[in-house]
């Protein structure tokens, strides 16, 4: 076992294995840890777990009926999760466990092997072990796994220690009193009245959303000595369900490991790394830790093949195949083709004097706030640009960037942002801004969202002369310009420029769909800022009308 543990650490560190940063920092984390005085790594306690996951054998695949090997990649999770100790007390060390890979990578083995070793092989007496998930179905799934891991397995001696019903779905070990269940919020799981779970199988977290169920079951580990929470997905598409939330606090983990924060908690991300190309196959190797033993190079050429087709199936790919977390399946504008709209020979001089449309989204007291304007086709002009302006207070800046992650102070350092003093919002700084701006454009209109631009659209139109418009919120006003704004994502016929903050928002939008198939951003539902979108539709609404009108009376248009 320790060999086959150094050798995946050595040829990670060389890279002679092709993975990601974050394998790479658990690595490093993993060496780190090896320095330490107040942990041990109990080369006994890993090797019985390994030895006795590959006493076992393969229920499904090419693999029914052989012996498992484990792969490197699983001998260093496994390995770490039950060597590590405290000196001081002789307990396993990590009570969470994170695993995150995509399909076809083991994931039922993984967690079925784990489930089935805390039932009959942990030295626990009277161990409760739960298969758990949000919804019966993937509780069932889960427990279907390890249950089959026992009753296929060759060793008669074995088989006959566990007694399995179907209905109640249970697993019981006579000889230590111990029994696994399925257990899921859906079917009844939101009390711990009974719980004493010494192990709790977490399958598929980017679908739990509710935390309270979570917290339920986190609330009853405290009786016993070394339970464990394990956890293991793939990547999905809500960046606030409980699996995103773990992902960073793994991050966190393994970026900041010399501090040892969170130390009871172990994680390991299998993904693409940012910036890398998708259709790349060292990218894959990266993400599938078993690429080319369950997960066949064909497989993914295929997959892509369909997904460059089909946006809705390039999502998926990009999720479920190469673990990239991308907001929920309402996700509206694909990165790849948004990125794609950027055109480096067209010159932002050569659009002053042009005519454009605009739109404001005004933050109410603080944050961004918003101004674009967009530029159909026109004489002078073969693709449709849109210039992007962005404010913020100073005190707001230095906060998000702080405590939120997010690269405000550089994005202001770089003159994406437009900073104004004080805490709150300076209506009059960004009204003299749009006044400025507008002078070197041949601006026709701008659309407003009347609830809170009242100030400072007294002062562009009562003062300035400003065509100002008020712009009604409603997804029968926002539908038609949302989806002129997809049409010219995906054909490419749109420059934005690269403008950073833009992007953010891009990719920050979730849409809201009616019944009647209308459409519009969903700022409560999107989890981030996308006020620059917001503003973008609204000016799009107006070039709409007015381009397809012979009347000059743009008065007809208020909405």
Request: aromatic share 12%; proline share 3%.
């Amino acid at each position: 076992m320790i060999s086959r543990l150094n050798s995946y650490v050595k040829g990670v560190e060389s890279g002679d294995i092709i993975t990601n940063k974050w394998v790479k920092l658990a690595v490093k984390r993993y060496l780190f840890d090896l320095t330490r005085d107040d942990i041990y790594f109990c080369k006994k306690s890993a090797s019985r777990f390994i030895g006795f996951l590959e006493s076992l054998s393969h229920f499904e695949g090419e693999l029914a009926g052989q012996y498992i090997r484990l792969e490197p990649w699983q001998v260093f999770i496994f390995a770490q999760i039950y060597g590590w100790k405290w000196k001081d007390t002789g307990t396993r060390r990590f009570v969470h466990v994170y695993i995150e890979v995509p399909r076809k990578n083991g994931k039922t083995l993984v967690g079925a092997g784990a489930a089935s070793y805390a039932l009959c092989a942990d030295s626990e007496g009277g161990a409760q072990v739960y298969c758990t998930a949000t919804k019966k179905d993937q509780a069932m799934a889960a427990f279907r796994g390890a249950r089959t891991f026992i009753e296929e397995q060759k060793s008669e001696a074995f088989k006959d220690g566990f007694k399995i019903t179907l209905n109640p779905a249970r697993i019981e070990y006579a000889r230590a009193k111990s029994f696994m269940k399925p257990l899921s919020k859906d079917a009844g799981g939101k009390s711990t009245d009974g719980l004493n779970p010494h192990f709790i199988l977490l399958d598929e977290l980017h679908a739990w959303v509710d935390e309270g169920y979570y917290n339920v079951l986190i609330s009853a580990l405290g009786a016993r000595v070394q339970p464990m929470m394990f956890g293991i997905t793939t990547a999905g598409h809500s960046l606030t369900s409980i699996g995103r939330k773990h992902n960073n606090i793994v991050k966190s983990v393994l970026e900041n490991h010399e501090e040892q924060q969170n130390d009871n908690y172990f994680g390991i991300i299998y993904s693409i790394d940012e910036g890398d190309d998708i259709e790349s196959e060292e990218s894959w190797k990266k993400a599938n830790p078993n690429y080319g033993v369950s997960v066949r190079p064909r497989f993914m050429r295929e997959q892509l093949e369909l997904a460059k087709a089909d946006p809705s199936i390039m999502r998926e790919f990009k999720v479920k195949h190469l673990n990239i977390w991308m907001n929920q399946k309402s996700l509206w504008l694909d990165s790849s083709s948004w990125e794609a709209c950027y055109d480096e020979e067209i010159d932002k001089e050569g659009l002053k004097g042009l005519r454009c449309y605009g739109g404001i989204d005004l933050a109410i007291v603080n944050d961004l706030s918003a101004f674009v304007l967009y530029f159909p086709e026109q004489d002078g002009l073969e693709k449709s640009c849109v210039l992007s302006f962005f404010w913020c207070c100073e005190e707001d800046i230095e906060t998000r960037s702080r405590k939120d992650k997010v690269p405000y102070q550089s994005w202001a350092d770089k003159g994406h942002i437009i900073v104004t003093s004080g805490n709150t919002t300076d209506h009059d700084k960004i009204a003299a801004d749009i006044v400025d701006i507008c002078q070197l454009y041949d601006v026709q209109a701008i659309n407003y969202d009347r609830n809170y631009s009242e100030h400072v659209v007294r002062r562009l139109h009562d003062d300035e002369g400003l065509p100002m418009y008020s712009f009604a919120q409603t997804i029968t006003h926002f539908s038609l310009p949302s989806q002129e704004l997809e049409r010219l994502v995906i054909s490419g016929e749109l420059n934005h420029f690269n403008h950073p903050i833009l992007t953010w928002n891009a990719g920050n939008t979730i849409i809201y769909s009616d019944a009647n198939g209308n459409i519009r951003p969903d700022k409560q539902k999107s989890e981030e800022k996308i006020d620059g979108i917001v503003a973008f539709i609204m000016a799009l609404a107006f070039s709409i009308e007015a381009e397809n009108s012979e009347d000059d009376d743009y008065s007809a248009f208020i909405m």
